[in-house]
């Protein structure tokens, strides 16, 4: 028989639950501190949360459970481009020239083009369930933008997107797709909402940043009644719903006859695409003594879980969200207009900041030309144009599969594939033509973000 390229599973064969890597932190040793209330520093109750989220997702936050239904609805959704295909990538396996099998999961092949719909399609279904007209959020470069937008229309809910004014202006495309699929779409820092004007009489000519674009939408949805408030990343919940990825990938090396991975790799902003690829796999490793290496890849312009602190802080620059222990450059952190390569959050994931100061992931960051060489020499090979977020696991898979070479391991590396590059073409653009610069982070400017973070007493 020969060996599989693309493994496809069936309709039939899509995860019915989500698994919640809470049920399995105390197994691992690894405590998971609370979020605090903004104003009090106290831990935060359901109430605190209900005027921004529906109950089922507050419930999920802090659930324990470790398995948590799919409503079926919201797989029906879900069916429309799930399960999503695993590759071998044969050809770039050659191209590199490694013993090393090389796996990667596509979810570019959703609507908007990338994993955000895993819990967009869920946030949408559950707002709906509890009345909830019309969803805020915040988009940077329209990704997490146009999966909500899509999400609501499905369930005839309204959309307003607060979008970073930077993107809004140099990238419409994103913000076309977002109309297409019946949002408003405002760029942010706007005169719509008391945060975005102070930043405005502030700095008038500020290009927006994901926590200016988070104060406002968090901003309109506490004050309305019914409006509500999406995130698409970070929080528990969000990183539940993604773990529909890395469920499928284990039946799909199950189908496909290949080793259990040695090592996983993802490319993190606020975490959710890893969490989600990534936490099934843990699983393993706490659960069954299997020792695959987990590994997530940020961009050195941006580089929250290497170099920042392990602290709490806000995840909006207008103090207005709760505060969560996260690996942070500060709230107040507005990344280098030269950075291309996405990722630009100036925090991280709950979970995925207290599994990195456990030691149970490993994380490294990179600059972005040597990503945009990975992306052309994957897509060269394996012909799907890679988003620039998901170079970076491109680029980790990469840097493993050439230790293979000098070792003449064979081993299997997985990565997670998590959008297209369709509307990044600009930044492929700047890249061969040279206009792309390296660009590190000053360590100056993270000292100075982490002065202004929140001093709790006690
Ligand atoms: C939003 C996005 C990311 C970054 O968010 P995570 O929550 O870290 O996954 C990465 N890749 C793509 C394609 C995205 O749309």
Known sequence: MSELTKIVLSERDMPTHWYNLNADLGAAGV????????????????????????MALIAQEVSTERYIEIPEEVQEIYKLWRPTPLYRARRWEKALDTPARIYYKYEGVSPAGSHKPNTAVPQAYYNMKEGVKRLTTETGAGQWGSAL???????GIECKVYMVKISYEQKPYRKILMQTWGATVVP?????????????????????????????????????DDTKYALGSVLNHVLLHQTVIGQEVIK?????????????????????NFGGFAFPFLRENITAGKQTRI???????????????????????????PLIKMHTLGHDFVPAPIHAGGLRYHGMSAQVSALKEAGLIEAVNVRQRAIFEAALSFTRAEGILPAPEPSHAIWGAMQEALACKESGQAKTIVF???????????????????????????????????????????
């Not at 942010?188 to 940043?209: F, M």
């Not at 799909?252 to 959710?272: F, I, K, M, N, R």
């Open 31 to 54: 405590e998971l501190p609370p979020p605090l209330h903004p104003g009090t520093g106290q831990p935060l109750g359901p109430d605190d949360l209900a005027p921004l989220f529906p």
């Open 149 to 155: 937008s899509f999400a609501c229309q499905m369930f």
């Open 188 to 224: 942010s820092p706007s005169d719509q909402t008391n945060a975005g004007r102070a930043i405005l009489a502030a700095d008038p000519n500020s290009t927006g940043s994901l926590g200016i674009a988070i104060s406002e939408a968090v901003e309109e949805a506490a004050t309305r």
């Open 252 to 272: 799909q090396l199950e189908v496909a006859g290949a080793d259990w991975p040695d090592v996983v790799v993802a490319c993190t902003g606020g975490g959710s």
């Open 295 to 321: 590994v997530a890849v940020e961009p050195a312009a941006a580089p929250s879980l290497t170099r920042g602190v392990y602290a709490y802080d806000f995840g909006d620059t207008a103090s207005l969200t």
């Open 416 to 458: 997670n594939l998590c959008g297209h590059g369709h509307f990044d073409l600009s930044s492929y653009d700047a890249f061969l033509n040279g206009r792309l610069e390296d660009y590190d982070y000053p360590e100056e400017a993270i000292q100075e973000s982490l002065k202004r973070l929140p001093q709790l007493s006690g």
